[in-house]
């Protein structure tokens, strides 16, 4: 499967897909105004991936700011993880978030509580 | 920008709200370059800079909620307003009061929205830090995408991260317009 990588731009975060290596990397700053325009691709990405996925598959995201409106997107991203999840793949979710950040660290519990996915709460230091 | 209608005037409005040690402010079109342009400017500020890191992660993304609520949703000005002609007028202020940061945003919506708005700010204002927490998992968990891309969340992310009570002004403008003040406070 193809790999999809996005540079980050002072609005979109850094998007990596690696379908052989069964990893989503999403880095950086995801405040765009129309977050349905950037996450639309991404979405479809793993919608096709899920067709035949590897044994283990990894999401990171490590954001330093998003907005609103990318919350809804980075949640449909879980849910098509979710699906994979319940049909038996192992699906692992890393949250990132700086040390002292306590609003990324709540956005992560946000997540957990709303999806079930395996999901690691990593501290960084400043 | 001298207009008085309805005993509201945009100019001692502003003037007021430039009160404290003003980091940044707008008065035009909100547009994404603006946006850019703005989040560039307060990030690159010397008072910003010197924050500790929680406190420029929430004005920042409280920053960007503001504005981006502002570009979602302003209504077009008056016809008669003395302001640079556009459809999306807004202001945005951004100050540092002692140990208080300010937004500060101002745009003219119409009077048919008063009530939604009024019902919105209020409901919010009710709630408790564990219901606004609460409130947002269950919007973010359970509400598809407007079509604006807004999600409904912008107002109560505002309320959850500064933990204060949003400040608001409603002024009558004229029969159709009515001048929407917000003051969002981060300590």
Redesign the interface.
Known sequence: METIIREDTPKTPFVRLDGEKGFVEIKGRSIPENSVDFYKPLIDWIDQYAKSPQENTVINIQLEYFNTSSSKCILDIFKKLELLHKKGHKVQVNWYYEEDDEDMFEAGEDYQSIINLPFKMIEMEE | MVDIRMGFNLEEWYAHKLQGDVILKHVGSIS?EM??HA??AVETHSQFKHQ???TR??L??VF??CM?NL??HVDPPPADLSVEGTSNFGIVIVVQDGSFFRITTGNFINRSKVSFIKDRIEQLNSLSDEEV?LL??DI??NE??SEK???G??M??IVR?TGNKLEYFLYPYDEEHVFFSLDVYIS
Do not use: A, C, F
């Open positions: 994404p946006i850019t989040l560039d500790r890191l929680q992660k929430k920042y993304n960007v909620e981006q570009y979602h927490r947002y998992r973010l968990g598809s995408i891309g807004g999600g969340l912008g109560l992310d991260k």
